[in-house]
Nanobody, 117 residues
Framework: QVQFVESGGGLVQPGGSLRLSCAAS????????MAWYRQAPGKDRELVAT????????NYADSVKGRFTISRANAKNTVYLQMNSLKSEDTAVYYC??????????WGQGTQVTVSS
């Protein structure tokens, strides 16, 4: 059974930082490029960042480029998202899953990130 457990969210002031973690299980983690997604209130879920199988290649949405960094620890079946210089528009629930085209039907509960003064 595929499972994702996201953690690390919270309330942070504009300009602050957070590090999200996602523990994955139920599939062979090293066979999948992974991604972080987010969904803000009233909006569709959007792709934030992707990382290749071994972590050597990453891609970012234009809105987070230069501020967010995705990484993975294959020995721990975990993917991370370091978020710096946070803005109010980054407020959303953040989820991890495989990259588009290989995404699993099941999603975790997500982790809430709220950027507000």
């Amino acid at each position: 059974q595929v499972q994702f457990v996201e953690s690390g969210g919270g309330l942070v002031q504009p300009g602050g930082s957070l590090r999200l973690s996602c523990a994955a299980s139920g599939f062979t983690f090293t066979n999948y490029a992974m991604a972080w997604y987010r969904q803000a209130p009233g909006k569709d879920r959007e792709l934030v960042a992707t990382i290749s199988l071994a972590g050597g290649s990453t891609n970012y949405a234009d809105s987070v480029k230069g501020r967010f960094t995705i990484s993975r620890a294959n020995a721990k079946n975990t993917v991370y998202l370091q978020m710096n210089s946070l803005k109010s528009e980054d407020t959303a629930v953040y989820y991890c899953n495989a990259v588009p085209g290989r995404r699993f039907d099941s999603w975790g509960q997500g982790t809430q990130v709220t950027v507000s003064s």
